[in-house]
Each structure stands twice: as structure tokens, then as C-alpha cells.
């Protein structure tokens, strides 16, 4: 059935949270794991595929008798908020080791 779609939508936007949040954990050890690129690439894509998901999932929604699926909606935003709080880590790390190698 169509509706069995927003499981997959669901499910995409489950691996980015979920590598989201890695990141984030990673980002707040001590040492230095990941690199400023690798979060901004990340980001960029779990932020520009979690939208298309969204456009989609609401196409989907006006052909679909059912209706929509709100979690979707949720869990665009927790991608979203997940994805600027580790840009604002990394980058607040890394200015903090540029000011003290001066």
C-alpha cells in the first residue's frame, strides 16, 4: 500500500537523528574526532535530503486518503535543531583551539 511509504520517509529521517546525534557525541569529547567539513557536509545533506523527504511526504499526503503522518513533521524539526546545534559546537570548538594556540 502508498501508505507504507512514510515508514521509509520515517526511517531515512530516523539514520540522520541517529547520525546527527552520533556527531554530536563525538563533537563534545575531548579530543578532536571529527573535522569542521565532515560536520558541515553532513549537515548540509541531512538538511537538504529531511527537506525533500518533507515536500514529499506532503505530496504524498494530498493523494493518500489517510491523510498525512505529523511525526514526520517532528522529526524534521529535531534534524533541523540537532544540525545547528552541532554547527554551533564545532565552530565554537574550533575557535576556542584557534584562540589558544595564540
Request: proline share 2%.
Amino acid at each position: 500500500m502508498l501508505v507504507d511509504v512514510f515508514y521509509y520517509i520515517k526511517f531515512s529521517m530516523g539514520v540522520f537523528i541517529f547520525s546527527l546525534l552520533v556527531t554530536l557525541i563525538l563533537i563534545l569529547l575531548k579530543k578532536s574526532v571529527v573535522s569542521g567539513y565532515s560536520v558541515s557536509m553532513l549537515v548540509f545533506v541531512s538538511c537538504i535530503v529531511s527537506g525533500v523527504n518533507m515536500i514529499i511526504s506532503g505530496y504524498i499526503a494530498d493523494e493518500v486518503p489517510s491523510g498525512g503522518d505529523p511525526i514526520t513533521f517532528y522529526m524534521f524539526f529535531v534534524v533541523l535543531l540537532l544540525s545547528i546545534v552541532n554547527m554551533i559546537l564545532v565552530t565554537k570548538k574550533r575557535w576556542k583551539s584557534l584562540v589558544n594556540r595564540i
